[in-house]
Nanobody, 127 residues
């Protein structure tokens, strides 16, 4: 199983980035996916999640209206479009897969419920 996240970088406040996470070695189209982030000195937190068919999504309050999660089950890829970035969005962003049960209508909200993780991509937002 491999989850490869990329698309991070340095951007000025107000700018945009699009993160991608390419999955292989797992039945991607049947798994829920999540984007987490961890800032220095802070715990890892769920930023956004999406169930297997895109029919349900979750955003933490601080990113609502700015971030959009989507997935392409043909390309085995999940995306996180991040607009209007703020310095407080600076963190390492991780994608994760919920492989506990396929085709689940439940959107997992804690890191302990995701069992496959990517390596992380650094997003730095300068003020």
């Amino acid at each position: 199983v491999q989850l490869q996240a990329f698309g991070g970088g340095l951007v000025q406040a107000g700018g945009s980035l699009r993160l991608s996470c390419a999955a292989s070695g797992l039945p991607f189209s049947s798994y829920g996916m999540g984007w987490f982030r961890q800032a220095p000195g802070k715990e890892r937190e769920l930023v956004s999640g999406i169930i297997w068919n895109g029919g349900m999504t979750y955003y933490r309050d601080s990113v609502k209206g700015r971030f959009t999660i989507s997935r392409d089950n043909i390309k085995n890829t999940v995306y996180l479009q991040m607009n209007s970035l703020k310095p407080e969005d600076t963190a390492v962003y991780y994608c994760a897969a919920d492989g506990h049960s396929g085709y689940s209508p439940v959107l997992r909200l804690t890191e302990f419920e995701y069992n496959y993780w990517g390596q992380g991509t650094l997003v730095t937002v300068s003020s």
